[in-house]
């Protein structure tokens, strides 16, 4: 399940994504080292790497997001 009733609502991946996806936008290229772009994300809201990279799984499913080798580029 991925939208938990007990679980705070920063923690979920549709909140994070959004964070992920903010922090992709505030970038000319539209496109980040995913090392810099947790690094960003962790600037708004601590996260976790499970979590982060569970949110990253959510974007790509959803055609938010695709990896370039190293970076992920924001998809229009």
Not at 8 to 21: D, M, S
Not at 49 to 70: H, K, N, Q, Y
């Amino acid at each position: 399940m991925i939208v938990e009733p007990d679980l705070k609502p920063e923690n979920h991946v549709y909140y994070l994504g959004a964070v992920v996806l903010e922090a992709l936008l505030k970038t000319t290229s539209k496109r980040q080292k995913v090392f810099d772009l947790f690094e960003a994300v962790r600037q708004v809201q601590t996260v976790g790497v499970p979590v982060f990279m569970a949110t990253l799984d959510w974007l790509f499913l959803i055609g938010a997001v695709r990896s370039e080798g190293e970076e992920l580029v924001l998809c229009s």
